[in-house]
C-alpha cells in the first residue's frame, strides 16, 4: 500500500513538474512589416499613429541598431532560418533560379525553419501573411513541396508569392488556394486569422505554447487602403516630405534614438524641393503618402487585436513579441492597374517614389535593395513581460543585431535544440546569437555581421562598418569600399576609407572569404528584368514544376484537359498529359505554350520527346507570341504508341520581341492521348557579341499588371 502510495506521489509530481516546465517556456509571435522604413512608426520618430506598436516598445525595449537582409526574400529566408539568405538557398529573389545553390531561390533542404526547431520543443506552430520563399514557377505549377505547411507550419493562411492586391488577391489556406470573398481586406484578414489561430489554439491545445510568424504584407505596394482611413492623413503630408522628414529626426532626438550631433542626410538628389511643385502635384503627392500611411495604422490595428487577444486569455505576460520590418523603405517606381488615380481603391496600382521613401529612411541614405542603412536598418522592438526586466521598459539596446538572431533567441527561450540534421540531410549551422542577455541588461558580443545581395556589399564589426553600393549593370569594384564608424557617424556621413586604407582592405579580405563561403560570387549586377527574361528561356520542359510556367489554353468549343502525368511513360517521373474528348473547331483552340523574349536575327532548336495512345499527329511552332507574323518553326508532329525524339531548327526571327513555343492539340481526334517531356528550347547564337547583346536588350516583355513581386520596376 505505502508502495503505491509512493510510486502515485513520485509520478504526480513527475507529471506536475513536466507540466510547469511546459507553460514556463514563452509563446512565440514574430510580427513582420513589409517594405516600411526605418522612421515610419511613432515610437521611432513616425507621425503615422501606431499606438499598439508604440505601447509595445513602452512596455519593452527598442534596439538603435538592428539589421534586415535589404530585400524582401533575402530577409525573409534569413529570419525564418537564423542563416544568411545564401546559405539557405535565397540569395535573390524567390522569382528566378539563377542557377547556383546560393541563387536557386527556393528555400533549400541544408536550412530549418524556427517551426521545425520549435515543434520538437512542444511547440504548436502558425503562420499567417507573407510567405515569399517558394520560387514563383513552383507556385504556378502548384508544387507545394516549399509551402509553410511542409516547412514546418501547423496551420497557415495568406499569400505564397511576393505580394498583391489587398482587395482580390489568390488566398492561400495550408495548401489550397482561392479567390478572396467580396469585402476582403488583406491587412485585416491576416490579423483576424492571426486572433482566430491564438483563441483556438488555447481552446483546443492550451498545454502547449505556440510559435507564431505573422508576415504582413503591409505597407508594401500596391498603395491600397479603405478611404475612411485615408482621410486621417489627408492633410498630415500637405506640409511636404522636406518638413516631415525634419520634423521625424527632430523627433528621433527627442526620444534618444541618435545623439543631437547626429547628421541628417541631405535629402536625396533626385527628389525635387517640396517648394518646387505645382499645387496639383503636391495634392498628388502628399495622397501617395497618406495611403501609405493609412496602410501601416491598419497594420497596427490588426497587432492591436493580437495584443488585446492575449491579454483576454491570460497569456500576454509569457508571450515573447517581436515586431520588425523586411528591409529598408522602397523607392520602387510602381504604376499600373486599370486606374491612375491616387486614391487606394482596387483598380489602382501605384508605389509612393522615392520621394516618400528618402523620408522613410530618415535618417539614413539609401533603401531596399542597398546595403547603407536605409536598406538595410530596422525597428525593432521586443515585448516580454515575464522575460525582460521591467527597469529596461521603454530603453533602447545600444548593441547591434541582426535577423540570424531571431532564430538564436527563439531556440533559446523555447530550450529547443537547432539540429545538425534534419529528414537525412545536413543542416548548416545556425549563424547568429540569441538576443536574450539584452533581455536583462547584458551583452551578447554579437560579432561580425556580413551582407551581399545584388553586389550590394557590407560588413559590420564592432563600430566598424564595410559598406559599398553597386549600380545596376555595372561590375562591383573595391573602389567603391566605404568604412564608417557607427558609433560617432551612424548615418555614414564621414567616409574614413581614405584615412584608414588598411583597415578597408583588411576588412573587405574577411567579407570576401565569408562571400565566396556562402557561394555568393559571380556577383550578379543585371537589372531584374534582364535576370527574367533570361530565367524566361530555362524552359520547364521536364515539369519538374508540373506545368508551371506554362500558359494552358482551352478553348470554349473544346472539351480536352492538360495535366501532368506521374506513371513514368517518358524519361522522367513527370510528364505532360493531353486528353483529348472534343478539338473544337480550330487546331488552337487546344494548346500549351512557353512565352520568352526574342531578338531580331536569334534562331533556336527545339527539342522534344513525344508519344501517343494511338497514331495522331499535332503542330510544334515557334512563333509571336501575338501571332502576327510568321512562323519560325511549323511542324506538322506524327506520333503513335512508340516513344520518338524530335528536334527541329528554327528560321531567323523577322524582328525582335516577344515570342512563344505553342503545341497545338486540335488536330487530336476524341479519345486520343498524348505524352510530352523533356522539351528543349536551345538558343543558337552566331556568335559572342550577340550573346551579350541579348542580355543588354530591353523590351517590353513583361507588362507591368502582375500583382507579384516579378512586376518590372524602374529603378528607383
Same mark, same amino acid.
Given at each position: 500500500?505505502?508502495?503505491?502510495?509512493?510510486?502515485?506521489?513520485?509520478?504526480?509530481?513527475?507529471?506536475?513538474?513536466?507540466?510547469?516546465?511546459?507553460?514556463?517556456?514563452?509563446?512565440?509571435?514574430?510580427?513582420?512589416?513589409?517594405?516600411?522604413?526605418?522612421?515610419?512608426?511613432?515610437?521611432?520618430?513616425?507621425?503615422?499613429?501606431?499606438?499598439?506598436?508604440?505601447?509595445?516598445?513602452?512596455?519593452?525595449?527598442?534596439?538603435?541598431?538592428?539589421?534586415?537582409?535589404?530585400?524582401?526574400?533575402?530577409?525573409?529566408?534569413?529570419?525564418?532560418?537564423?542563416?544568411?539568405?545564401?546559405?539557405?538557398?535565397?540569395?535573390? =529573389?524567390?522569382?528566378?533560379?539563377?542557377?547556383?545553390?546560393?541563387?536557386?531561390?527556393?528555400?533549400?533542404?541544408?536550412?530549418?525553419?524556427?517551426?521545425?526547431?520549435?515543434?520538437?520543443?512542444?511547440?504548436?506552430?502558425?503562420?499567417?501573411?507573407?510567405?515569399?520563399?517558394?520560387?514563383?514557377?513552383?507556385? #504556378?505549377?502548384?508544387?507545394? #513541396?516549399?509551402?509553410?505547411?511542409?516547412?514546418?507550419?501547423?496551420?497557415?493562411?495568406?499569400?505564397?508569392?511576393?505580394?498583391?492586391?489587398?482587395?482580390?488577391?489568390?488566398?492561400?489556406?495550408?495548401?489550397?488556394?482561392?479567390?478572396?470573398?467580396?469585402?476582403?481586406?488583406?491587412?485585416?484578414?491576416?490579423?483576424?486569422?492571426?486572433?482566430?489561430?491564438?483563441?483556438?489554439?488555447?481552446?483546443?491545445?492550451?498545454?502547449?505554447?505556440?510559435? =507564431?510568424?505573422?508576415?504582413?504584407?503591409?505597407?508594401?505596394?500596391?498603395?491600397?487602403?479603405?478611404?475612411?482611413?485615408?482621410?486621417?492623413?489627408?492633410?498630415?503630408?500637405?506640409?511636404?516630405?522636406?518638413?516631415?522628414?525634419?520634423?521625424?529626426?527632430?523627433?528621433?532626438?527627442?526620444?534618444?534614438?541618435?545623439?543631437?550631433?547626429?547628421?541628417?542626410?541631405?535629402?536625396?538628389?533626385?527628389?525635387?524641393?517640396?517648394?518646387?511643385?505645382?499645387?496639383?502635384?503636391?495634392?498628388? =503627392?502628399?495622397?501617395? *503618402?497618406?495611403?501609405?500611411?493609412?496602410?501601416?495604422?491598419?497594420?497596427?490595428?490588426?497587432?492591436?487585436?493580437?495584443?488585446?487577444?492575449? +491579454?483576454?486569455?491570460?497569456?500576454?505576460?509569457?508571450?515573447?513579441?517581436?515586431?520588425?520590418?523586411?528591409?529598408?523603405?522602397?523607392?520602387?517606381?510602381?504604376?499600373?492597374?486599370?486606374?491612375?488615380?491616387?486614391?487606394?481603391?482596387?483598380?489602382?496600382?501605384?508605389?509612393?517614389?522615392?520621394?516618400?521613401?528618402?523620408?522613410?529612411?530618415?535618417?539614413? +541614405?539609401?533603401?531596399?535593395?542597398?546595403?547603407?542603412?536605409?536598406?538595410?536598418?530596422?525597428?525593432?522592438?521586443?515585448?516580454?513581460?515575464?522575460?525582460?526586466?521591467?527597469?529596461?521598459?521603454?530603453?533602447?539596446?545600444?548593441?547591434?543585431?541582426? @535577423?540570424?538572431?531571431?532564430?538564436?533567441?527563439?531556440?533559446?527561450?523555447?530550450? $529547443?535544440?537547432?539540429?545538425?540534421?534534419?529528414?537525412?540531410?545536413?543542416?548548416?549551422? *545556425?549563424?547568429?546569437?540569441?538576443? /536574450?542577455?539584452?533581455?536583462?541588461?547584458?551583452?551578447?558580443?554579437?560579432?561580425?555581421?556580413?551582407?551581399?545581395?545584388?553586389?550590394?556589399?557590407?560588413?559590420?564589426?564592432?563600430?566598424?562598418?564595410?559598406?559599398?553600393?553597386?549600380?545596376?549593370?555595372?561590375?562591383?569594384?573595391?573602389?567603391?569600399?566605404?568604412?564608417?564608424?557607427?558609433?560617432?557617424?551612424?548615418?555614414? =556621413?564621414?567616409?574614413?576609407?581614405?584615412?584608414?586604407?588598411?583597415?578597408?582592405?583588411? *576588412?573587405?579580405?574577411?567579407?570576401?572569404?565569408?562571400?565566396?563561403?556562402?557561394?555568393?560570387?559571380?556577383?550578379?549586377?543585371?537589372?531584374?528584368?534582364?535576370?527574367?527574361?533570361?530565367?524566361?528561356?530555362?524552359?520547364?520542359?521536364?515539369?519538374?514544376?508540373?506545368?508551371?510556367?506554362?500558359?494552358?489554353?482551352?478553348?470554349?468549343?473544346?472539351? /480536352?484537359?492538360?495535366?501532368?502525368?506521374?506513371?513514368?511513360?517518358?524519361?522522367?517521373? +513527370?510528364?505532360?498529359?493531353?486528353?483529348?474528348?472534343?478539338?473544337?473547331?480550330?487546331?488552337?483552340?487546344?494548346?500549351?505554350?512557353? $512565352?520568352?523574349?526574342?531578338?531580331?536575327?536569334?534562331?533556336?532548336?527545339?527539342?522534344?520527346?513525344?508519344?501517343?495512345?494511338?497514331?495522331?499527329?499535332?503542330?510544334?511552332?515557334?512563333?509571336?507570341?501575338?501571332?502576327?507574323?510568321?512562323?519560325?518553326?511549323?511542324?506538322?508532329? +506524327?506520333?503513335?504508341?512508340?516513344?520518338?525524339?524530335?528536334?527541329?531548327?528554327? $528560321?531567323? /526571327?523577322?524582328? /525582335?520581341?516577344?515570342?512563344? @513555343?505553342?503545341?497545338?492539340?486540335?488536330? @487530336?481526334?476524341?479519345?486520343?492521348?498524348?505524352?510530352?517531356?523533356?522539351?528543349?528550347?536551345?538558343?543558337?547564337?552566331?556568335?559572342?557579341?550577340?550573346?551579350?547583346?541579348?542580355?543588354?536588350?530591353?523590351?517590353?516583355?513583361?507588362?507591368?499588371?502582375?500583382?507579384?513581386?516579378?512586376?518590372?520596376?524602374?529603378?528607383?
Amino acid at each position: 500500500m505505502h508502495i503505491r502510495i509512493f510510486s502515485f506521489l513520485f509520478f504526480y509530481i513527475i507529471s506536475i513538474n513536466a507540466y510547469a516546465q511546459k507553460k514556463s517556456k514563452p509563446n512565440i509571435i514574430v510580427i513582420l512589416a513589409d517594405d516600411m522604413g526605418f522612421s515610419d512608426i511613432g515610437c521611432y520618430g513616425g507621425e503615422v499613429q501606431t499606438p499598439n506598436i508604440n505601447n509595445l516598445a513602452k512596455e519593452g525595449i527598442r534596439y538603435k541598431q538592428f539589421y534586415n537582409a535589404a530585400r524582401c526574400c533575402p530577409t525573409r529566408a534569413s529570419l525564418v532560418t537564423g542563416l544568411y539568405p545564401h546559405q539557405a538557398g535565397m540569395g535573390w =529573389m524567390a522569382a528566378a533560379d539563377l542557377g547556383t545553390p546560393a541563387y536557386q531561390d527556393n528555400l533549400n533542404n541544408e536550412c530549418v525553419t524556427i517551426a521545425e526547431v520549435l515543434k520538437p520543443a512542444g511547440y504548436s506552430t502558425y503562420m499567417t501573411g507573407k510567405w515569399h520563399l517558394t520560387n514563383e514557377r513552383k507556385i #504556378d505549377g502548384y508544387v507545394t #513541396d516549399n509551402w509553410p505547411v511542409q516547412r514546418g507550419f501547423d496551420r497557415y493562411f495568406g499569400i505564397i508569392p511576393g505580394g498583391a492586391n489587398y482587395y482580390t488577391p489568390i488566398i492561400y489556406s495550408n495548401n489550397k488556394r482561392y479567390k478572396a470573398p467580396e469585402n476582403f481586406y488583406l491587412t485585416d484578414a491576416i490579423s483576424d486569422t492571426s486572433v482566430k489561430y491564438i483563441q483556438e489554439h488555447f481552446t483546443g491545445n492550451a498545454d502547449n505554447p505556440f510559435f =507564431m510568424y505573422v508576415a504582413y504584407t503591409s505597407p508594401h505596394w500596391p498603395l491600397h487602403a479603405p478611404k475612411e482611413v485615408i482621410e486621417k492623413y489627408k492633410n498630415t503630408y500637405s506640409k511636404g516630405w522636406d518638413a516631415t522628414r525634419e520634423a521625424r529626426f527632430k523627433r528621433q532626438k527627442e526620444i534618444g534614438l541618435f545623439d543631437n550631433d547626429t547628421k541628417l542626410t541631405p535629402r536625396d538628389a533626385r527628389v525635387p524641393a517640396w517648394s518646387t511643385l505645382d499645387e496639383k502635384a503636391k495634392e498628388e =503627392m502628399s495622397m501617395r *503618402m497618406a495611403i501609405y500611411a493609412a496602410q501601416i495604422d491598419i497594420m497596427d490595428q490588426g497587432i492591436g487585436r493580437i495584443v488585446n487577444s492575449l +491579454k483576454e486569455l491570460g497569456q500576454l505576460d509569457n508571450t515573447l513579441i517581436l515586431f520588425l520590418s523586411d528591409n529598408g523603405a522602397c523607392a520602387e517606381y510602381i504604376s499600373s492597374g486599370k486606374s491612375k488615380a491616387v486614391d487606394g481603391t482596387e483598380e489602382t496600382f501605384e508605389s509612393y517614389r522615392i520621394n516618400w521613401a528618402n523620408v522613410s529612411s530618415t535618417p539614413f +541614405k539609401e533603401y531596399k535593395h542597398f546595403t547603407h542603412e536605409g536598406g538595410i536598418a530596422t525597428p525593432l522592438i521586443v515585448h516580454w513581460p515575464d522575460g525582460v526586466k521591467k527597469d529596461l521598459n521603454n530603453h533602447f539596446v545600444t548593441e547591434y543585431g541582426h @535577423l540570424t538572431d531571431i532564430m538564436a533567441t527563439c531556440a533559446d527561450v523555447a530550450k $529547443a535544440t537547432y539540429p545538425a540534421t534534419f529528414e537525412g540531410h545536413e543542416i548548416v549551422p *545556425m549563424q547568429g546569437k540569441s538576443l /536574450a542577455p539584452h533581455f536583462v541588461g547584458k551583452s551578447n558580443n554579437r560579432g561580425k555581421v556580413y551582407w551581399e545581395h545584388e553586389a550590394n556589399i557590407a560588413l559590420r564589426d564592432g563600430k566598424w562598418k564595410l559598406v559599398a553600393k553597386t549600380e545596376e549593370d555595372n561590375q562591383f569594384s573595391e573602389s567603391g569600399l566605404q568604412l564608417y564608424n557607427m558609433e560617432t557617424d551612424p548615418t555614414e =556621413m564621414n567616409d574614413l576609407s581614405k584615412q584608414q586604407p588598411e583597415r578597408v582592405q583588411s *576588412m573587405y579580405k574577411e567579407w570576401n572569404s565569408w562571400a565566396h563561403s556562402i557561394g555568393a560570387f559571380p556577383l550578379d549586377t543585371r537589372e531584374y528584368n534582364v535576370r527574367m527574361r533570361a530565367y524566361k528561356r530555362v524552359i520547364n520542359g521536364s515539369f519538374d514544376d508540373n506545368l508551371g510556367g506554362w500558359n494552358i489554353k482551352v478553348g470554349e468549343d473544346a472539351n /480536352a484537359t492538360i495535366d501532368i502525368d506521374e506513371t513514368g511513360q517518358i524519361s522522367g517521373k +513527370k510528364s505532360a498529359m493531353i486528353s483529348m474528348t472534343k478539338p473544337g473547331n480550330k487546331p488552337a483552340a487546344v494548346n500549351m505554350n512557353w $512565352a520568352f523574349p526574342v531578338k531580331k536575327g536569334e534562331r533556336f532548336e527545339i527539342k522534344l520527346k513525344t508519344k501517343s495512345k494511338t497514331a495522331t499527329s499535332y503542330f510544334a511552332r515557334l512563333e509571336k507570341a501575338d501571332g502576327n507574323a510568321e512562323k519560325i518553326i511549323n511542324e506538322n508532329i +506524327k506520333v503513335g504508341n512508340k516513344l520518338n525524339d524530335f528536334h527541329f531548327t528554327s $528560321a531567323p /526571327a523577322p524582328e /525582335a520581341g516577344s515570342y512563344k @513555343l505553342a503545341l497545338y492539340f486540335g488536330t @487530336l481526334k476524341p479519345g486520343d492521348q498524348v505524352w510530352l517531356d523533356d522539351i528543349e528550347l536551345i538558343t543558337l547564337k552566331n556568335n559572342y557579341a550577340e550573346a551579350i547583346a541579348f542580355y543588354m536588350f530591353i523590351d517590353a516583355f513583361h507588362g507591368c499588371g502582375s500583382e507579384q513581386e516579378t512586376c518590372p520596376v524602374s529603378k528607383y
